[in-house]
């Protein structure tokens, strides 16, 4: 029997979520320097967290954020607001009864995510111990960086926090906008933290329109709703992976269910609010956000959210199908690719992708597990109507004709394309 792979990143036993043990020097698998990122999203938030951990354990972060509904460029399907943040611009410093402890110098123990990615660091030489948590807000635009202070020495520690945080604005369509990091207002904290005790500060990253001296909110965090966004982001991720009232996945394999728990976790949190089409499911991967496709949502994410049976994303997937239903005409043209820029920006790629085939193959299968009569009688004419468009496509041996296929030209395509005409059979089979 071959011995297993040594693996960095391990099933948490007191937790939800996976660990890495950083400081475990007997596991062959944590050679350092080493790097790795996660992207978490809200509603009007995405960040992608990156993050690298060098030789001597430091830890070096950089927060790339998607504003979704903020926009910067008239007609660009990426012109939504974006910042890149470091730690060589924002990391907090503290002071331990005197001394000053850096983050970046500091190395780290260990490093788990359960929804939540957090960062342990080793106790500093004073016995006070530090830990880093990123957390989007499920609904507000933006996010909270928590850092959390527990004194495990044997007396009393005076920790101190200098004045900290930023402010970065920039023109957008609807109006100025302003980008803020802040802690409590941005004044300096001191604290006496007994032996045993700890406290707590987040930093607040969020983004609003601001209109001359007024700020127009969207979705803003509030000092009180900054403590509770990471407790709001734990309960999301354990219901959607965990709750017995959506779909799971059982195996021998406790590191394959695990997987599962995570890809059903991707999904569910990326959905975003447009103000053409509501909410709906968009792939995020730092570029597609506050649209829908055919392919990533209609045939991929769609059906699979049919199973998962939550509110949010069966919402997602029902304002994605009529929009696309919307645009089938009588002359049966083409349909458009995506929706972008909230819904505002109908998108033609390559031609005709097989559009009509992706929606026909996941339309007919959502419709299917969800078995809701009135639903599909909705969307039915939707899905005669894609059959009907490949039925036109389809030449004298069957094959149903299109431009190009999902890979849009990546590769050289003709003009019978197999994975058109296996999705258009499959929406003939299922419908």
Not at 320 to 338: Q, T
Not at 379 to 407: F, H, I, M, Q
Request: net charge negative; aromatic share 12%; glycine share 8%.
């Amino acid at each position: 029997m071959e011995t297993p792979e040594p693996t960095r990143w391990y099933i948490d036993p007191d937790g939800d979520g996976i660990v890495w043990n950083v400081g475990d020097a007997d596991n062959p698998a944590n050679g350092l320097p080493h790097s790795d990122h996660v992207e978490m999203s809200g509603s009007r938030v995405s960040v992608i967290v990156r993050y690298r951990v060098d030789e001597a354990r430091r830890v070096f972060i950089e927060r790339d954020i998607f504003f979704p509904q903020l926009r910067i460029r008239q007609n660009d399907v990426r012109g939504y607001l974006r910042r890149v943040y470091d730690d060589r611009l924002l990391l907090p410093r503290f002071v331990i009864d005197g001394k000053e402890w850096f983050p970046d110098r500091a190395p780290i123990e260990r490093v788990t995510f359960d929804g939540v990615l957090t960062l342990h660091y080793a106790p500093s030489s004073d016995g006070i111990c530090f830990r880093r948590s990123i957390t989007p807000s499920l609904m507000q635009t933006g996010f909270v960086e928590s850092w959390d202070v527990v004194n495990r020495s044997q007396r009393t520690s005076d920790i101190f926090l200098p004045r900290f945080g930023l402010i970065d604005s920039t023109f957008g369509v609807d109006g100025d906008l302003m980008i803020s990091v802040n802690k409590n207002g941005n004044e300096p904290i001191r604290v006496d933290v007994l032996p045993g005790d700890s406290f707590s500060f987040p930093l607040v990253f969020e983004a609003v329109i601001v209109s001359f001296s007024k700020q127009i909110p969207s979705g803003q965090i509030t000092s009180k709703d900054a403590t509770d966004v990471a407790l709001v982001r734990r309960d999301f991720a354990n219901r959607i992976q965990t709750d017995p009232a959506h779909i799971a996945f059982s195996c021998p394999d406790p590191e394959i269910n695990t997987l599962f728990a995570f890809c059903k976790l991707r999904a569910a949190e990326s959905l975003f609010e447009t103000d053409l089409m509501g909410l709906v499911h968009s792939p995020g991967g730092g570029n597609f956000y506050g649209g829908i496709w055919a392919n990533d949502q209609c045939e991929y994410a769609n059906p699979f959210f049919a199973f998962l049976n939550d509110a949010d994303t069966t919402e997602a997937s029902v304002n994605c199908y009529r929009h696309f239903a919307k645009h089938m005409g009588e002359d049966y043209a083409p349909l458009p690719s995506s929706f972008e820029m909230g819904g505002h920006m109908p998108f033609y790629k390559c031609g005709d992708r097989g559009d009509a085939a992706m929606i026909a193959s996941g339309l007919s299968r959502y419709l299917l597990v969800r078995g809701d009569h009135d639903l599909a009688a909705e969307l039915y004419p939707a899905l005669s109507w894609c059959n009907e468009y490949n039925r036109r496509k389809t030449d004298s041996r069957g094959v149903v004709l299109s431009d190009t296929d999902e890979l849009e030209g990546r590769f050289p395509t003709g003009d019978a394309n197999l994975s058109t005409s296996v999705l258009a059979y499959d929406g003939y089979r299922m419908g």
